[in-house]
Structures are given as C-alpha cells and as structure tokens.
C-alpha cells in the first residue's frame, strides 16, 4: 500500500482522503503533472515542476511552497515508498470552500503526490503491432477557452475521446481543434513523418509535452528536419508513419487511424529508432534527478 503525500503529511492511500467540498471535485478547479522515474532516476524533474508551476500561474492559483520544495517533496515521496521505477502524479486543487464557484471561499490549495509502481500504459503488443487510432468528434479545447496548453483538471473531453475511441475498437483518439487541424492524442503528442521530413502541431492547440520536447531533440541530434506546422487529416493519412509521444506512453508508434493502414500498417522504422534512442536517455545522470544517494 502506497503512502500519499497529502498536505504536508505521508498518509496511507487509504487514508489519503479530501473534502468532497474541494473545488477539484466539484469543480475540476486544479491542476497536474505526470511524471516518471527510471531505474532511481526521476526523469525530466526540473521541466515536470516548472510546467506544474506555469500551469497553476495560469489559473491564478498559488502553490503554497516553491518549486524546489516540491521537487524535493516529490522525491522524499518516492524514498518513502521506496520506488526507483514509478509514475508520480502531483495534484495541486484549488481546495475546499463553499458550493459556489467563486474562489474567495477557498483558502488552502490542496497539495496531493502520488506514486505508484511503474506498470505500462499499452500493453506491449501494441508497440509491436502499433496503435490503432480514430478520429474522435470531441474537439480539442479551442485556445479562446480554457487554454489546451495547461495541464489543469478539467479533462473531460480527453475522457470522451478516448472513451469513444475504445467504443469503436481503437486504442487512442485522435484529436482535432476547432479549426479541423490535427491537435494531440487523448494524452500524448503526435508526430508525423512524410517525405523526408517530421511535423507535429505547433504548442497552441495541444499541450507542451515534455516527451514531445525530447522527441524533437532525439529527432534534430538524428538529423532529421522537424518541422512545427499545422496538419489536417489529409497529411496524417497519407503520412509514413505516425507516432505519439507521451510520459506514460514513451513513444508509440501508430499503425493505423479510422481504419486505415498508416504507411505498411507496421510499425514505423523511424518511431522504432527514436522509441530506442529514448529508452536509452531514461535512468541516467543526463536526463534525471536521483531518488536515492548513492552507495
Ligand atoms: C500530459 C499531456 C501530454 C503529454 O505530455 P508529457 O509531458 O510528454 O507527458 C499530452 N497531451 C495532454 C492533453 C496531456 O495532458
């Protein structure tokens, strides 16, 4: 059983309880990270903490100690479980107040850290055989709204697509904007490669991945031109390959979209190579924070 950080305290999950008057309940009034550590080594811990902070400035919410008090907290969370492979998930809410939605009745920010051992997202056949993705109907919020470049709490049109994708038998939606040009999957980044050379959307319709942002580093060290240009349905289906990239879905090759073949239908050769070169920057020095001290 996993201890929670809750509020300043370590709490036995299932202990780890909050008001069902918290504003994150009731009004998904909060925001997030997903985070992961590799063999003792928290992966991208300076980006994760700097989005979760930027991420509450957005919704005006503060964070009621510094960042560098929640990388350690996040990494104290980790010693307790004794984890050096896991998924952390830091929850930041507005906290409890009254039943209206105004702010002014909520005084402390609920602070929560989960971990949790590491199991995979996709089951492995699905890196072997590649994705299958479908167009969803739920568009991605347009940027006018609640900005799709947050990661905040109120996820519920991810929730839908992909929930309607799984209802037509594929493992991921795919996510347009309001203006029909390609967005992001239900919870990763997507990546395109044709003729040569790879696109993926501009940050302004689709969240800032900090795996997206190591994609395209691993992408430019390889050589490769990489360009950030909106993309309609037209260019996914007549693309290479496509893949995805995602803290929990590392970098996942996609085989096929409304059911039909990208490419050969296989998974690609380059989202093989870069899926490659990604696990061998995890649990390192270069790329991590260390959980434990060294022995
Ligand atoms: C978190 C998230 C991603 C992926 O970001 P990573 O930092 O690479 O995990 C993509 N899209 C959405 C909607 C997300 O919430």
Request: with cysteine; net charge negative.
């Amino acid at each position: 059983m996993a201890k929670i950080y809750l509020n300043g305290e370590f709490v036995p999950e299932e202990e780890a309880k909050i008001s069902v008057f918290d504003h994150g309940l009731l009004y998904g009034d909060g925001v997030f990270e997903g985070i992961r550590a590799y063999d003792g080594y928290v992966f991208k811990l300076d980006d994760h903490v700097d989005r979760l902070y930027r991420s509450a400035r957005a919704i005006n919410l503060e964070i009621p100690f510094e960042a560098g008090d929640m990388k350690d907290k996040i990494l104290e969370s980790l010693r307790e479980n004794g984890f050096g492979e896991a998924y952390i998930r830091p929850i930041i809410t507005r906290g409890k107040g009254s039943l209206g939605i105004d702010t002014d009745s909520c005084s402390d920010p609920t602070v929560i850290i989960i971990s949790k051992e590491w199991e995979s997202l996709y089951g492995t056949e699905l890196y072997e055989e590649g994705l299958k993705m479908l167009t969803t109907t739920f568009r991605n919020q347009p940027k006018e709204g609640l900005p799709p470049t947050v990661k905040h709490m109120n996820y519920l049109t991810n929730v839908l697509a992909l929930m309607q994708a799984k209802t037509w038998g594929a493992d991921e939606a795919l996510m347009l904007d309001t203006q029909g040009n390609v967005s992001e999957g239900s919870a990763d980044n997507i990546f395109v490669y044709r003729k040569g050379a790879v696109y993926t959307p501009p940050v302004i319709n689709n969240l800032p991945g900090i795996t997206r942002g190591v994609v395209l580093e691993l992408l430019e060290e390889m050589g490769y031109e990489v360009k950030e240009e909106d993309l309609g349905l037209a260019e996914v289906f007549t693309a290479d390959e496509v893949f995805l990239s995602g803290t929990a879905a590392e970098v996942a090759p996609v085989a096929e979209i409304d059911g039909r073949k990208i490419g050969d239908g296989e998974p690609g050769e380059l989202a093989l190579q870069v899926k490659e070169k990604f696990g061998k920057i995890t649990g390192t020095e270069e790329t991590g924070t260390r959980i434990y001290q060294s022995t």
